[in-house]
């Protein structure tokens, strides 16, 4: 009997699963037993073909020219995909083999890699599927005991084709349509537009938005059990109108009270949900400040080189029934490795298996979630960054076995000369799974004196704080990971916000691309910890939204797409109707955008700020600041971005540089952390500094 050929994603893959079948030669470009050759792609080595493939006239982009609809789609070789692919051919062409084994990552987009590959190379020979989740040598072991027919996956298959086919469409008629048509680059794409515009939306809200002060109440109170304090609330818990606050802090000061009402109740807490990749990813970006794809390329190296996690590029927080002698060896691993104290009991079976937040093979699909294989850590040998992501893998696994923690919640209301005063606090009275995390887990408050209702209380102070209403907060990649994953909320559509709560626009292991691609097409910069879209990001949603194409900005083409490429993997949707309509909405897209009226938007996505007040020339918006255009030339107007820990947008810097004068801007921070309003002016030599009145100015801030 012949050879069998398997062809995994990734060098790193191949290795291992020569390493699980045993008694392998290591050639220059593979791995040989009497039974096996195993060999490797790079990813992806073969691509849907570009536009000038098909017709070299189609390298110009001009309007006329579009749009482009291939009636077939063809494929090409990556760029430096030639070698590798040779290699591959022979061995599929090779006498000795006899059935090809399709090991690249299970999952849409690994099935796609594999048939693109095999079509590329007119292969012929059968295929099976090796499915793997973990790559301990245990699991691959019992993968190649559940090998299926290649044909079982066709309609994975037909919608891994489908997503690409429509992507290029929309990705390479959007890009050349609006690039052509406005003389500047302008990447388009139908998971990275939908991310933009919700970056832009909330940038729209912050720069629309005018604070409001307000006022809320305090008061101390002492009772026979001891003081506590309260807080004013007459259905909200703040005043408008200075003048009232100050009337009922005077009503109530000094004045005696009653409590009205005292609880207190025990609060159940469970454990959170094992890790998905993006959950992951927030916590990381959280807590360490890392982007989505610092994580994502830890999470692979940890899942890939060190062995210690399964597949991280999951959109499921639960485990099916089966993995339980997993979880357990991994139990039995930690109480060896640095988690004793915390796992020195027997591992909880029964429990655990009837605990729907852990076990529960009814939202697992391709891959379950994020936990230790069970492979000893070498905590040494990681480098800090795959260090922090295990230890955040370990706890949450260790949590999730845990009971849950309770809290004690006092609540008491006190009546004061007909006002009421709400005091609310928690105490944690059982650790439980917060226990693996510390203290900073839980945040404490001080507790309540226990008081029975009726008493007689005393009000020892009453003052009034003055506060201002705030501006939604930017988005950082942790935010907008949320808001990718729940993209849903923003389609009115009640079907398509279903379909897209289940996995939002993007995947798990597409998104920290997403961003990156955002960043490095100019539409967004980072910045610390936050994301801010760019005048070009802004004016690119601006036409998407005048043409109109609003499917284009919105996730509901994601959510319509997604739809019926789940439709097409069960056998419910054709993939020939699907690719009628997505060429369809391409040249719909491409009509609307070619008879658009010009209305100077070139020019406002690279308009400057305003003039330099020193020399004249243009002032341009950049990453961190709003800089003279001749700078290199030695001009040292800058109005920096960041001042006293408040973003100066675009808006107010064309302000101050125009009339020299900001509106007063709320927000600004002082070195000892206290929170100030003032002007900002600019001063004849360039310097921008901060007036609390038309009197008094402060040093220089720039």
């Known amino acids: 009997m012949g050879k069998k050929l398997i062809i995994t994603e990734k060098p790193g893959v191949a290795q291992d699963i020569a390493r699980a079948l045993g008694k392998m030669k290591k050639k220059k470009e593979y791995w040989e037993n009497e039974d096996y050759i195993v060999t490797w792609a790079v990813g992806h080595?073969?691509?849907?073909?570009?536009?000038?493939?098909?017709?070299?006239?189609?390298?110009?982009?001009?309007?006329?020219?579009?749009?482009?609809?291939?009636?077939?789609?063809?494929?090409?070789?990556?760029?430096?995909?030639?070698?590798?692919?040779?290699?591959?051919?022979?061995?599929?062409?090779?006498?000795?083999?006899?059935?090809?084994?399709?090991?690249?990552?299970?999952?849409r987009e690994g099935e796609l890699i594999f048939r693109y590959i095999y079509e590329f190379l007119a292969g012929s020979k059968p295929v099976y599927r090796l499915w793997l989740s973990s790559m301990t040598q245990e699991a691959i072991k019992e993968a190649f005991s559940h090998l299926k027919p290649g044909d079982d996956y066709e309609l994975l298959a037909q919608a891994a084709k489908c997503r690409s086919e429509g992507d290029w469409l929309v990705g390479i008629n959007g890009t050349r349509v609006f690039t052509a048509r406005y003389k500047t680059l302008l990447s388009v794409g139908r998971v990275q537009t939908p991310t933009l515009a919700i970056l832009v939306e909330r940038e729209r809200e912050i720069e629309k938005f005018v604070p409001v002060p307000y006022w809320e109440i305090f008061a101390e109170f002492s009772s026979p059990s001891g003081s506590y304090r309260g807080k004013w609330e007459k259905k909200e818990d703040r005043v408008w109108e200075k003048e009232k606050a100050q009337s009922i802090v005077n009503k109530v000061k000094g004045q005696e009270g009653k409590v009205a009402e005292y609880k207190e109740r025990k609060v159940k807490e469970p454990h959170p949900l094992l890790y998905d990749l993006t959950e992951l990813q927030r916590d990381a970006n959280k807590l360490f400040g890392y982007s989505a794809k610092r994580t994502l390329d830890s999470?692979?190296?940890?899942?890939?080189?060190?062995?210690?996690?399964?597949?991280?590029?999951?959109?499921?927080?639960?485990?099916?029934?089966?993995?339980?002698?997993?979880?357990?060896?991994?139990?039995?691993?930690?109480?060896?490795?640095?988690?004793?104290?915390?796992?020195?009991?027997?591992?909880?079976?029964?429990?655990?298996?009837?605990?729907?937040?852990?076990?529960?093979?009814?939202?697992?699909?391709?891959?379950?979630?994020?936990?230790?294989?069970?492979?000893?850590?070498?905590?040494?040998?990681?480098?800090?960054?795959?260090?922090?992501?295990?230890?955040?893998?370990?706890?949450?696994?260790?949590?999730?076995?845990?009971?849950?923690?309770?809290?004690?919640?006092?609540?008491?209301?006190?009546?004061?000369?007909?006002?009421?005063?709400?005091?609310?606090?928690?105490?944690?009275?059982?650790?439980?799974?917060?226990?693996?995390?510390?203290?900073?887990?839980?945040?404490?408050?001080?507790?309540?004196?226990?008081?029975?209702?009726?008493?007689?209380?005393?009000?020892?102070?009453a003052w009034m704080e003055e506060k201002e209403t705030k501006a939604p907060p930017r988005y950082t990649e942790a935010t907008l990971l949320s808001a990718m994953e729940g993209a849903g909320r923003f389609v009115e559509d009640e079907e398509l916000q279903e379909i897209l709560k289940e996995g939002g626009i993007g995947t798990p292991a597409t998104r920290a691309a997403i961003i990156e691609r955002l960043i490095q097409v100019g539409y967004v910069e980072r910045s610390g910890k936050t994301l801010i879209p760019t005048p070009k990001g802004k004016e690119l949603i601006n036409l998407i939204e005048n043409i109109p194409v609003p499917e284009l900005s919105s996730p509901q083409l994601t959510g319509e797409w997604e739809k019926k490429l789940n439709q097409i993997e069960k056998g419910e949707f054709s993939r020939d109707t699907f690719m009628e309509e997505i060429r369809k909405f391409?040249?719909?897209?491409?009509?609307?955008?070619?008879?658009?009226?010009?209305?100077?938007?070139?020019?406002?996505?690279?308009?400057?700020?305003?003039?330099?007040?020193?020399?004249?020339?243009?002032?341009?918006?950049?990453?961190?600041?709003?800089?003279?255009?001749?700078?290199?030339?030695?001009?040292?107007?800058?109005?920096?971005?960041?001042?006293?820990?408040?973003?100066?947008?675009?808006?107010?810097?064309?302000?101050?540089?125009?009339?020299?004068?900001?509106?007063?801007?709320?927000?600004?921070?002082?070195?000892?952390?206290?929170?100030?309003?003032?002007?900002?002016?600019?001063?004849?030599?360039?310097?921008?500094?901060?007036?609390?009145?038309?009197?008094?100015?402060?040093?220089?801030?720039?």
Request: proline share 4%; net charge positive.
């Open 45 to 107: 080595l073969v691509t849907l073909a570009e536009p000038e493939d098909y017709d070299k006239k189609l390298k110009m982009w001009r309007l006329a020219l579009l749009p482009v609809v291939p009636d077939e789609f063809k494929l090409k070789a990556i760029e430096g995909a030639e070698e590798r692919l040779e290699v591959i051919k022979k061995l599929i062409n090779s006498k000795e083999v006899e059935v090809i084994i399709n090991a690249c990552d299970a999952g």
């Open 299 to 461: 999470a692979q190296r940890l899942y890939e080189r060190h062995k210690l996690i399964t597949y991280p590029r999951t959109n499921s927080r639960y485990l099916s029934p089966d993995l339980i002698s997993q979880v357990e060896k991994c139990w039995r691993m930690l109480a060896e490795c640095d988690f004793a104290e915390r796992v020195k009991e027997e591992f909880p079976r029964g429990k655990a298996l009837k605990d729907k937040r852990i076990f529960d093979k009814s939202k697992v699909s391709d891959h379950h979630a994020i936990i230790p294989t069970g492979e000893k850590i070498d905590w040494e040998s990681l480098s800090e960054n795959d260090r922090r992501i295990m230890n955040l893998i370990v706890k949450r696994f260790i949590a999730s076995f845990y009971p849950e923690a309770v809290w004690v919640h006092r609540s008491i209301k006190t009546v004061v000369e007909d006002e009421k005063f709400v005091s609310k606090s928690k105490v944690l009275l059982e650790a439980g799974w917060r226990a693996i995390y510390g203290k900073e887990e839980g945040e404490e408050e001080d507790f309540l004196p226990a008081v029975e209702k009726g008493t007689t209380v005393k009000t020892e102070k």
């Open 586 to 702: 391409t040249v719909e897209m491409v009509e609307k955008v070619k008879s658009m009226e010009d209305r100077g938007e070139r020019e406002k996505m690279s308009m400057p700020v305003g003039n330099c007040p020193l020399c004249g020339a243009p002032v341009h918006e950049n990453r961190k600041s709003f800089s003279c255009s001749r700078w290199k030339e030695g001009c040292p107007f800058t109005i920096w971005k960041k001042i006293a820990g408040r973003f100066i947008n675009r808006q107010e810097a064309q302000k101050l540089i125009t009339t020299g004068r900001t509106d007063k801007l709320y927000g600004f921070k002082s070195r000892k952390g206290k929170k100030f309003s003032a002007y900002l002016v600019l001063q004849e030599e360039g310097k921008v500094e901060f007036e609390f009145s038309t009197r008094e100015a402060s040093s220089g801030v720039s």
